[in-house]
């Protein structure tokens, strides 16, 4: 009979220790490149943020003055007019006189009209108009453009929406003015509806002039091109049979 076993019999021998598999120690290999790929994306993340949150400031912080090509010309094409609306709006705060607003907001429309039609309009979309009156008593408008400058298009786009917002503006303004029954606030409307829809109309009409020359000029380019490719072409085909035949109908020498 062999020996029985004891209950606590351990078969490694003493001093030994049985080794643990590789998995249970370093644990499996697609969670340490998960845990790798963690730290790093936290360690990429804060160095990113900090770039992203410069060029939004950047953004947030340039303005169209900034943008702008003439900064300057730019700020007084929306000072006047923006201050006549405002002291139309907010002028019972400085003075209770009709007559004082309404010779101030005179005074800041007329500087808007003179500073828009002979130096804003030709410095930031290169435009300019002014009319005449003959001998005859005719009236003739003459316009200006300076195709040949580039546009900045900031500078086009704010002109354009000052021209035509303000006189938006006053035409809501003049609304109200009648509801309430106000006569004299609406000679005042009236008069800066002449004053902006000056320039308006005129702006508007020099622009299609200046689109209606630029569309003349490319015809006109095309047509040239579209000659001289045909006389090319003409010429070439008739030296080839001209020559051709010369050839053919020479006599022969004995």
Request: with cysteine; hydrophobic share 45%; proline share 5%.
């Amino acid at each position: 009979m062999s020996a029985q076993q004891p209950l606590l019999y351990d078969p490694a021998p003493m001093g030994t220790s049985t080794p643990l598999p590789a998995s249970a120690i370093m644990g499996p290999s697609s969670g340490s490149g998960s845990l790798a790929g963690t730290i790093g994306s936290n360690q990429i993340q804060p160095q990113q943020q900090p770039q992203q949150q410069q060029q939004q400031q950047q953004q947030q912080q340039d303005s169209i003055f900034t943008k702008s090509a003439h900064p300057t010309v730019l700020f007084f094409h929306l000072l006047f007019r923006s201050a006549a609306i405002l002291f139309y709006m907010f002028s019972w705060i400085f003075t209770s006189s009709f007559v004082t607003t309404f010779v101030v907001i005179i005074l800041l429309l007329s500087f808007d009209f003179w500073t828009v039609k002979n130096v804003t309009g030709r410095l930031l979309v290169g435009l300019r108009w002014w009319n005449e009156i003959r001998e005859d008593g005719e009236e003739v408008w003459i316009f200006e453009s300076n195709q040949n400058r580039p546009i900045n298009q900031t500078d086009s786009s704010v002109f354009w929406f000052a021209l035509y917002a303000a006189p938006a503006v006053w035409f809501v303004f003049g609304l109200g003015a009648l509801i309430r029954f106000s006569f004299q606030w609406t000679l005042c409307v009236v008069v800066a509806l002449v004053l902006n829809m000056a320039n308006v109309v005129g702006y508007n009409r020099c622009h299609k002039d200046a689109q209606g020359r630029f569309n003349n000029f490319m015809q006109n380019q095309q047509g040239f091109v579209q000659s001289m490719v045909t006389n090319m072409v003409g010429n070439s085909i008739g030296s080839f049979f001209g020559g051709g035949g010369g050839a053919a109908a020479a006599p022969a020498r004995v």
